[in-house]
């Protein structure tokens, strides 16, 4: 790495010599690059594979779409190669979920992350705000339960882990082990929405009492608020849900240094926030107009008692690894939840953890070659990089934050679709957010099967690629 800076810096300097001379300047700057390689003979090998991967870890970014992904990776120095930038097999999914027309489904551009999740969960497409149900004419009319991509490994008696920096019972990873008609219904206390789908009603209960009753072997993350609310119906009435999850040989930590000490293989519940998990780091307020001077993010914002999503998903492997295989999903939630606060450093510093959580899952396939890992992100969202010298008429519209880089330049991100707070407010939290969009994801995907991300492909199609 420190070899690549100081390329850099020869690098511009010979570029302006070389525009002095008159000479290509493109040509200059590129020759310091390091052009990608492409895959080996050996990764293209392994990826035509038809063999089934005996362990497959899926890395989710939420709302890391191209740009997201790139704002991080211009953050970090331009030059600097991401981990993601390993995985030598990319492609596209379309990310569009349904809503419900005059007697029959119509294609919605603009999905949420409960029908996105939905679709690799069961590879069928649904309606925003279900968890792994089946669309109906309208929210409150649930739809038909669709077995699991998780549920399947746990069918087949593989071991099963879910990580997540959101709320365990938020939707991407609700979409694995629950069903559930509206994404909002996460605690035992929160059924105000799904009347139909407690346990008194019959039903299976609150995301958390499912996840519960699924007995995941990890399930790490936020949401403590949701499993200390107390069950109100079926055999383990009048318990929280952490005691009903205790009673079936769970075992309960809440902070990184006894998720350090935990091993065997009872399953193992990890909650270490009252909700969302605490930020990576931290940066100036985005503001309309030309915005902030250019300032460098603020890192080492997380507090320590809560583990990283580098060591929950490290933890999650050492626990998980096996002789019959497992799927792990891992997912970095708070890139979306801080680009919709139109945090700028939120979000790339939970874009640089979740690169960070990819490294662990590269290090455990190096000694476990018949791992399939797949990396994509559920859907992209409104923000940009846009030009950082604007002046006057040329301005950006809407909100936007000025970055000092590791390069020493500026990068100007917009978020063009915020809520306006008003002249010199900061952009409105929710709603209205800044917004998600209907644009691709990319998948990225290294060992056996990886070649099934290639060209563009539906979201939905990552079930069976995942193992479903
Ligand atoms: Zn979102």
Request: aromatic share 4%.
């Amino acid at each position: 790495m420190a070899g690549e800076r100081r390329n850099l810096g020869l690098g511009v300097g010979a570029a302006i010599v070389a525009m002095g001379l008159g000479t290509a300047f493109g040509s200059v700057v590129l020759d310091r690059s390091d052009p990608a390689t492409g895959p080996s003979e050996a990764a293209l090998k392994k990826a035509t594979s038809t063999k089934t991967p005996k362990n497959v870890i899926f890395l989710i970014g939420d709302g890391m779409g191209v740009q997201e992904i790139t704002a991080a990776r211009y953050y970090q120095g331009a030059k600097e190669p991401l981990t993601v930038d390993k995985l030598p097999f990319t492609g596209f999914d379309t990310t569009w979920s349904v809503k419900p027309g005059s007697g029959k489904l119509l294609p919605d551009y603009n999905p949420d992350s409960a029908s996105t999740a939905s679709m690799w969960a069961t590879g069928r497409k649904t309606i925003d705000e279900r968890i792994s149900q089946g669309p109906s004419t309208a929210e409150d009319v649930p739809g038909k339960n669709l077995v699991t991509v998780l549920e399947r490994y746990q069918e087949r008696g593989q071991r099963v882990g879910n990580v997540t920096t959101a709320e365990v019972t938020d939707a991407s990873p609700a979409s694995l082990a629950s069903h559930m008609s509206v994404r909002a219904c996460q605690g035992p206390e929160n059924m105000d929405n799904c009347p139909l789908e407690t346990k008194q009603a019959g039903g299976l209960g609150s995301i958390a009492e499912q996840e519960a009753d699924h007995e995941l072997d990890v399930l790490l993350g936020g949401g403590q608020g949701r499993f200390e609310q107390t069950i109100t119906g079926g055999p383990d009435v009048g318990k929280t849900v952490i005691e009903s999850a205790q009673e079936n040989g769970t075992r309960y930590v809440t902070d990184a240094a006894s998720l350090d000490a935990v091993s065997g293989d009872e399953p193992v519940l990890g909650l270490f926030s009252t909700g969302t998990m605490a930020l990576e780091w931290s940066g100036p307020a985005a503001t309309t107009g030309k915005g902030n001077a250019p300032v460098a993010c603020t890192e080492g914002q997380r507090p320590p008692e809560q583990p990283s999503l580098a060591a929950m998903t490290k933890k999650a492997l050492e626990l998980l690894k096996n002789r019959k295989g497992f799927f792990l999903q891992v997912e970095g939630a708070s890139i979306d939840k801080q680009d919709h606060l139109a945090n700028a450093c939120g979000q790339i510093g939970e874009t640089v953890a979740f690169n960070r959580a990819i490294r662990q899952a590269l290090s455990f396939q190096r000694n476990n070659p018949r791992t399939l890992i797949v990396v994509s992100a559920d859907h992209s969202m409104a923000n940009q990089i846009v030009a950082e010298d604007s002046e006057g008429s040329t301005l950006p519209t809407g909100y936007s934050a000025n970055l000092r880089t590791r390069d020493g330049q500026t990068l100007t991100l917009t978020y063009g679709t915020s809520g306006y707070g008003g002249p010199g407010s900061a952009p409105t939290a929710s709603p209205p957010s800044q917004q998600h969009t209907g644009a691709v994801v990319p998948v990225w995907a290294k060992g056996p099967g990886a070649i099934k991300v290639l060209g563009t492909n539906d979201q939905t199609d990552l079930f069976k690629t995942l193992g479903g």
